[in-house]
């Protein structure tokens, strides 16, 4: 979602710390997902599937939320392919349940935002910057290396995939 840099921008501004830099924004649909040494034919099959099967969407960022540490931006726009995703796979919790069992699909802005004085600069740097318009055409599936996240490959929406 390159139209959501600047909000990782204006965090970054305000303390680099919170933003994982080489990381863009982006609305991860499951995380954490099957591991790299897990993942079979069988998996990246229903990620195409499942992408091909939702059209592109036009997004309308506007709402910011924050939970201990956290600072992000929801995408209800997304939250029927997220939701998708999460019952295609019903074995993995999202967030290792630290959002709840069915957290809001959502962009996320700052992390290890604990002093409340930064995450509420955070906030309101972001806010300032809301509502954002954008536009979800593709899921691309990484995976965690030892050089890092890698992309594996990237398919897009409401196009099947190959024969």
Do not use: C
Not at 38 to 66: I, N
Not at 87 to 98: E, I, N, V
């Amino acid at each position: 979602m390159p139209d959501a840099a600047p909000l990782l921008d204006a965090a970054w501004r305000i303390d680099p710390a919170l933003v994982r830099r080489g990381v863009p924004a982006h609305v991860s649909l499951l995380y954490p997902f099957v591991p790299e040494s897990a993942l079979t034919d069988q998996d990246e099959k229903g990620v195409r599937s499942l992408a091909a099967s939702f059209p592109a969407a036009e997004l309308l960022l506007e709402e910011v939320v924050t939970a201990s540490g956290f600072v992000a931006v929801t995408v209800p726009g997304l939250q029927t392919i997220v939701d998708a995703f999460r019952a295609q796979w019903p074995g993995l919790r999202p967030y290792k349940g630290r959002f709840g069992a069915q957290p809001a699909a959502h962009v996320t802005v700052a992390m290890g935002a604990d002093n409340p004085t930064a995450a509420a600069h955070v906030r309101a740097a972001i806010g300032g910057l809301l509502p954002l318009r954008t536009r979800a055409a593709a899921v691309q599936l990484v995976v965690l290396t030892e050089e890092g996240w890698q992309p594996r490959f990237t398919v897009s929406l409401g196009i099947p995939d190959g024969p």
